[in-house]
């Protein structure tokens, strides 16, 4: 008993494992992972050295050449690139394509192990490796902005925000940039320091000592153990400003305010600065969970960002400023569209060509092959993103072979006399094997894409586990479902009771001017294969004025502009430029009043 013979003789229970396929293929659609891309593994780490104060030539000799050297004995490396800057060596280190995601870490562990065990470089350097974070993709991305606020008020709200955001079931991590740390300056005159005898080492040595962070013990009183904890911290400005300095033979002393200048500032130059909308911001960017749902996190931020809204005071205002969750829901939306428009081509296209009755039984394959394919996907582990979405549309297109190999097998059967059922089970005898190797050497172009050990392949293999779930699921259906349907449901006369329709007609007069053409191609073999040969190589050399283009560029309604000025500029001259390009998109660009196309807001 072959899969036709069952599922025609046994069509309740094939209704039955058709109905829970389909509930099991809905359900776990609503629960897949969903991102922008799909997961792949970074194999490049980076050692940051700080050497304060050293010239870049001094730091690429003495601590980036020493490091290049230790990642060079790793017999995984593929490449090392380095930079040396004015106080600080960044080292790019690049694994080869083969190592296996699960090895990752223990070459890491290696490289650390060497790096620790590194001798001759400087006192005070330590090489960090950073192999945590790399690679992370922050899908969502938050702005906060005040109207008279300080960074430091800001920052007390953002990190409450940051709390909430973080405890979101789909978000792995949140970063926030901006923030401008603040410190406290102590200014003094060298000259008046040696007045009262005193160095600024000896002065930094009084301060250490006076602002006490260190456990003062404990005492045992019987049952009791009673915890001291030394007073002499530094709880505000008055209190370093009230420190006692011994001066001169130590038998004085003087207040620390009376000697220095003491104020509470942000660190000069900040580090990073950010603004939404040519206004001062602190920014929240969110990282998704591996295997998560980026829709629903998103789902998640906007409630949240309403609920801070309405807590935020006055002046402080919470929106989003990067949205990659919208862009994921508005792709998943156009493949509904695109699965809709292909059955109802097909529909249309069957209509015309087989019949209303045939177009209905081909066309209901595409609905219960994707949602089948959807099940087997999250079985699997694979999620939605915007390769397994231009999969499944290009899958679209080649699932409703198999049914129409079938359907028209059964239907000219029919039409020579045999019964439907014994139409259907002759021809899904005849095609199982054919069908099978026609779908399996289909998928098999794909494979390609899927045994690339490198990046790419990680990101481009989905394709083939896809499509190749599309086409086995949609060969399983044909065999089974399809042929139920046609048993079911179509009715096919005898050949000579029935009229020729007029496409039937039209089809019979091309199938003539098709067999004048092979006589006449048998009749002139050698310009026929000269020809050919001629256009082989006539199509080779148009190929290579084919531009070549990975990926195609991106739909999104977002654009990023990266500034590079010349390696030293200070920062405040990089603030500026910032702000000229805003006030630029702000006069020119901006959405509102006369103009309807354009810029809706910005952040840098």
Same mark, same amino acid.
């Given at each position: ?14 209704f039955?494992?058709l109905?829970?396929?389909?509930? %099991? ?27 304060p104060g050293a010239?870049p ?7 980036t050449d ?13 490449? $090392?690139?380095?930079?040396s800057?004015t106080?600080?060596?960044?080292v ?47 899908g969502i991305? %938050?702005g ?13 709200y ?7 955001? /973080? ?12 923030v401008q ?11 008046r320091?040696?007045?009262?005898? %005193?160095t ?11 602002n ?8 045992n ?17 008055e209190?370093?400003?009230q420190?006692l ?8 002393l003087?207040?620390?305010?009376d ?9 000069e ?8 909308n040519?206004?001062?911001? /602190? ?18 931020v906007?409630?949240?960002v ?17 949205s +990659?969750?919208?862009? /994921?829901d ?11 428009q292909?059955i ?18 081909i ?8 949602v089948?394919?959807? &099940? ?8 939605l993103?915007?390769v ?9 297109? +080649? ?7 079938v359907?028209?097998s =059964? ?20 095609l ?14 794909? +494979? ?7 990046? +790419? ?26 042929? &139920?349907?046609?048993?079911l ?13 007029? /496409?039937?007609?039209? =089809? ?12 006449w ?20 050399f ?15 309604? %977002?654009i990023?502009v ?19 390009i805003?006030?630029?998109m702000?006069?020119?660009?901006? $959405?509102?009043?006369e103009?309807?196309?354009g $810029?809706?807001?910005?952040?840098s």
């Amino acid at each position: 008993m072959n899969i036709a013979q069952f599922s025609i003789e046994k069509n309740r229970i094939t209704f039955l494992v058709l109905g829970a396929i389909i509930a %099991l293929g809905l359900a776990m659609y609503q629960t897949m992972a969903r991102d922008s891309m799909p997961p792949f593994t970074i194999r490049v780490a980076t050692v940051v050295s700080s050497f304060p104060g050293a010239s870049p030539e001094r730091v690429e000799q003495l601590v980036t050449d020493k490091i290049e050297k230790v990642a060079q004995e790793l017999p995984e490396l593929k490449e $090392v690139n380095s930079t040396s800057r004015t106080g600080l060596s960044v080292v790019s280190v690049m694994l080869k394509d083969d190592v296996k995601p699960a090895e990752l870490q223990s070459v890491w562990d290696r490289l650390r192990r060497k790096l620790n065990a590194l001798k001759g470089l400087p006192n005070g350097v330590n090489p960090n490796l950073n192999d945590d974070g790399i690679g992370d993709v922050y899908g969502i991305a %938050l702005g906060m902005t005040s109207d008279g606020y300080s960074y430091a008020e800001m920052k007390e709200y953002a990190d409450d925000v940051r709390d909430a955001l /973080i405890k979101l079931d789909d978000a792995a991590k949140v970063e926030l940039g901006g923030v401008q740390d603040e410190r406290v300056f102590i200014e003094f005159d060298n000259a008046r320091l040696a007045n009262y005898n %005193l160095t600024a080492n000896r002065l930094q040595s009084i301060i250490a000592s006076t602002n006490i962070l260190s456990s003062g013990g404990e005492v045992n009183l019987e049952d009791e153990r009673i915890i001291l904890e030394p007073t002499g911290n530094f709880n505000s400005i008055e209190d370093i400003r009230q420190t006692l300095v011994p001066v001169g033979s130590g038998n004085q002393l003087v207040y620390l305010g009376d000697i220095t200048s003491i104020r509470q500032d942000y660190v000069e130059p900040p580090s990073q600065v950010v603004s939404v909308n040519g206004k001062e911001a /602190i920014s929240f960017h969110i990282a998704l969970k591996d295997g998560s749902n980026i829709v629903g996190l998103g789902v998640a931020v906007d409630e949240l960002v309403e609920e801070w809204k309405s807590r935020l005071p006055v002046g402080l205002e919470l929106s989003r400023i990067a949205s +990659m969750d919208t862009y /994921i829901d508005t792709k998943i939306g156009d493949f509904v569209t695109n699965l809709l428009q292909a059955i109802a081509i097909v529909l249309a296209v069957m209509i015309i060509f087989m019949g209303f009755r045939t177009g209905l039984v081909i066309s209901s394959l595409i609905p219960i092959v994707t949602v089948m394919t959807l &099940m087997l996907m999250a079985l699997m582990g694979v999620g939605l993103n915007q390769v397994t979405l231009a999969a499944l549309i290009m899958a679209l297109g +080649m699932m409703v072979d198999n049914a129409i190999v079938v359907a028209e097998s =059964i239907l000219v059967r029919m039409e020579q006399g045999v019964p439907a059922k014994e139409a259907a089970i002759d021809s899904a005898s005849e095609l199982t094997t054919p069908l099978l190797i026609s779908t399996l050497t289909t998928s098999a172009a794909f +494979m390609a894409f899927y045994l690339a050990e490198s990046t +790419m392949g990680d990101i481009v293999g989905p394709i083939f586990v896809v499509i190749s779930l599309a086409l086995i699921s949609s060969w399983i259906v044909a065999l089974s479902v399809v042929t &139920m349907f046609c048993v079911l449901f179509l009715k096919a006369k005898a050949k000579e009771q029935t009229k020729p329709r007029l /496409i039937d007609r039209v =089809i019979d007069r091309l199938k003539l001017y098709y067999k004048d053409l092979i006589l006449w191609s048998l009749a002139r073999k050698r310009l026929v294969i000269g020809g050919t040969i001629v256009l082989f190589f006539a199509s080779l050399f148009g190929f290579s004025f084919i531009p070549f283009v990975f990926f195609p560029d991106s739909d999104r309604n %977002l654009i990023t502009v990266d500034i590079n000025l010349p390696l030293g500029t200070r920062i405040e001259r990089t603030i500026e430029v910032a702000s000229e390009i805003e006030r630029f998109m702000a006069d020119s660009l901006l $959405v509102g009043g006369e103009r309807s196309e354009g $810029v809706l807001d910005w952040s840098s």
